[in-house]
């Protein structure tokens, strides 16, 4: 089904100068780019956004890592974009990551791991409204 994600290019990525080279690998994939921009995560956003992960030891981290420079969030559209997206990108920890994958082949840790994607509809859904109006998204 056309479905649509969540994807962020995490501050490792900008940093780094690759974010052209991290959104060719998505829209390699079939994805779609049909919302995007950059901001600087204020650590409200970052709380907010990772809040299903607030009890977990790497929180702080977390929070202080996506806080640390700039991200492009946008939202991409295709034929089973979740889990396209998440084939792309490769497990979370790019030691595990499969050849060829974003993280396998830019992150630098299992937290500066370069991008996030949704893990499901509902996740999707929730993280699209979190960041983007309706009139941002442009399909
Ligand atoms: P993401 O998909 O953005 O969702 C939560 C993030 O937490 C995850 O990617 C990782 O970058 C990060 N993360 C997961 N496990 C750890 C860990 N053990 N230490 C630091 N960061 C982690």
Known sequence: ALERTFSIVKPDATKRNITGKVIDRLESAGLRVIA???????????????AVHKERPFFGELVSFMTSGPVIVQVLEGENAIAKNREVMGATNPADAAPGTIRA???????????????APETAAEEIKFFFSDDEIVG
Request: proline residues 0%.
């Open 36 to 50: 995007s921009k950059r901001i600087h995560m204020t650590k409200e956003q970052a709380e907010g956004f990772y």
């Open 105 to 119: 082949d830019f992150a630098e840790s299992i937290e500066a791991n370069s991008v996030h994607g949704s893990d």
